[in-house]
């Protein structure tokens, strides 16, 4: 076989290697980062690290935070007269995957008082990691608390002073901090949490 016909082939080769790749890459769904984050607004000043030695800040006022779910379905955390609940879940965290069915269930047994509420914020999202976008994990989980999601810079993660997930605020009528905590807490910490709530009310 001739250096010319051997050239032809290889060409040849290589052309239909080159469509091969481009049609390959044409045909993946391209990642779209934005499903996962949302727009929020804050007002007011950003609480300090929740840090080891205990929470600093009680009886600060809390950043009154706007912001929407998937649906576009809004929610305010801010001084509205009730005491609340507020959990920031990420949704590869193994601690956030055990926590929220515990959770859901909780509050299908009938155990959040009619005078608390609670709210959810979705943050530290990342698409290279599992169970993303959080709304699939939250909606296939039955999740019936309201969402806030974070944007991409874990705004208001960072305002209020997240330490790491799960991660629970309990705030009075006016939004001040009452206690911060993070990890797994579990139905006696959900209780426990529910009782500092209340105990703002009286």
């Known amino acids: ?55 600093v800040a009680i009886g600060f006022d809390a950043a009154t935070v706007t912001g929407s779910d998937w649906d576009d379905v809004e929610s305010t955390i801010g001084p509205d007269g009730r005491p609340k609940i507020v959990l920031f879940l990420a949704h590869w965290c193994p601690h956030c995957q055990n926590e929220v069915p515990l959770v859901q269930d909780w509050i299908d047994a009938g155990n959040l008082p009619d005078e608390v509420d609670m709210y959810s914020v979705t943050s530290l999202t990342d698409p290279t990691r599992p169970e993303w976008p959080p709304q699939d994990w939250l909606v296939e989980e039955g999740w019936t608390v309201p969402v806030i999601m974070d944007d991409q810079l874990n705004t208001v993660a960072i305002t209020y002073g997240l330490a790491g997930t799960p991660f629970y605020v309990v705030l009075d009528g006016d939004n001040v901090n009452l206690q911060r905590v993070s990890g797994e807490i579990g139905i006696a910490g959900l209780n426990a949490l529910v009782d500092i709530a209340l105990s703002s009310t009286s």
Do not use: K, N, Y
């Not at 060409?11 to 469509?19: A, D, E, R, S, Y």
């Open 1 to 55: 076989m001739t250096r010319p016909v051997l050239w032809i082939i290889g060409g040849v080769l290589g052309l239909g290697l080159i469509v091969w790749m481009a049609t390959s890459i044409a045909s993946e769904v391209p990642l779209d980062p934005s499903i996962g984050f949302g727009e929020v607004e804050l007002d007011g000043d950003p609480l300090p690290v929740l840090g080891d030695q205990g929470d």
